[in-house]
């Protein structure tokens, strides 16, 4: 679905991308709306998907998954079946993110961990999902950046 997003949606989004827990009456009031148009605004902007959903980020060192792994996966194989078998990937809970490529790399997952041992066991699990050609891991030595921001700029 479409939206017509204007200054004052955009300016309600990036308000709530960065404190979703930011109360209705404090929004309103930064955005230079009264509390019923607000609330309005940002329910349409959740009913049409605008808004997937409101949550809370983990520290993940503070949960001991201190290791962050991009797994590149290459397979030979393409057809619907296959495909359908090796989504069950995404399920497996150290996967956080999961892509199907374009160019040398079919899939790539980023993966957290609490260490190599811990990513072998996961590796172990992937690897008997479904037939894969090849598996690289590249283990990330520093995070340079991090965020779940969107850029919301006018359109």
Do not use: N
Not at 55 to 63: P, Y
Not at 85 to 93: D, G, R, T, V, Y
Not at 103 to 108: I, R, T
Not at 128 to 146: G, N, R, T, Y
Request: hydrophobic fraction near 50%; charge should be negative.
């Amino acid at each position: 679905m479409s939206i017509v997003l204007d200054a004052i949606d955009r300016r309600l989004l990036s308000i709530v991308q960065e404190d979703a827990t930011v109360s209705v009456a404090d929004l309103a009031e930064r955005v230079g709306l009264s509390q019923t148009p607000c609330w309005k605004r940002l329910k349409r902007l959740q009913d049409t998907g605008v808004i997937v959903a409101r949550v809370a980020l983990l520290d993940r060192d503070a949960l001991d998954l201190p290791l962050v792994v991009f797994v590149s996966i290459k397979t030979s194989q393409h057809d619907e079946a296959w495909l359908e078998a090796f989504k069950k990937a995404s399920a497996l809970p150290e996967v956080v993110e999961f892509y199907r490529m374009s160019g040398e790399v079919d899939y790539l997952l980023k993966v957290l961990v609490k260490d190599i041992a811990a990513y072998d066991r996961f590796y172990r699990r992937l690897i008997a999902i479904a037939p894969l050609c090849d598996v690289s891991s590249s283990f990330a030595m520093e995070q340079l950046k991090f965020t779940t921001a969107v850029p919301v700029q006018a359109g």
